[in-house]
């Protein structure tokens, strides 16, 4: 496979179609960089508090609290889609998709197609009972690509937090 630089990602790396795998530790660097630039582009840059050595710590110690899929092209990881397992009184193991964020010099290109496609795979061969996430209601770009998948949106919820730290 061949790394694409900046310069050739419109004519080379358009013809590569993007392989998805298993995130692993030596790709905490990239996904990180990939989640302050999800925080850009939700305008809260300055709301990303967690740190690399966290990240590590919490997805590969003891006790992992999330695991991750990379769609990589060449060397390069232009995408991830980061998910967690909760747990519901009501319908059992369920799935939780944090997010899918992908580069944006790789928008539109089916990158973020093939992660949610490989998220929906992992979830019926782990027989999770369904697959849940958040989309910020201004966000009508990924309410749209979610929608292609038949996707269907709750109102009446109300998402409660408390900071804890």
Excluded at 7 to 14: F, Q, R, T, V
Excluded at 48 to 68: C, H, I, K, W
Excluded at 148 to 164: M, P, S, T, V, Y
Aim: proline content about 3%.
């Amino acid at each position: 496979m061949t790394s694409c630089s900046p310069h050739e990602i419109l004519h080379i790396c358009e013809m590569e179609k993007a392989t998805i795998r298993k995130g692993t530790e030596v790709d905490i660097p990239a996904v990180y960089q990939l989640i302050k630039e999800l925080a850009l582009f939700e305008k809260a840059p300055d709301e990303v508090t967690n740190t690399e050595a966290e990240m590590l710590r919490d997805g590969f110690g003891p006790q992992p609290s999330y695991g991750f899929f990379v769609a990589e092209l060449g060397q390069k990881i232009v995408g991830i889609a980061l998910y967690y397992v909760r747990y519901s009184t009501w319908k059992g193991r369920c799935l939780y998709l944090e997010d899918i964020v992908v580069n944006e010099n790789f928008r539109g290109k089916g990158i973020g197609q093939l992660l949610f496609a490989e998220m929906i795979s992992f979830g019926k061969s782990g027989n999770f009972s369904n697959l849940s996430w958040q989309v910020l209601d201004w966000n009508t770009t990924a309410i749209d690509f979610y929608k292609k998948f038949d996707a269907e949106f709750d109102a009446g919820w109300i998402n409660g937090r408390i900071q804890l730290n």
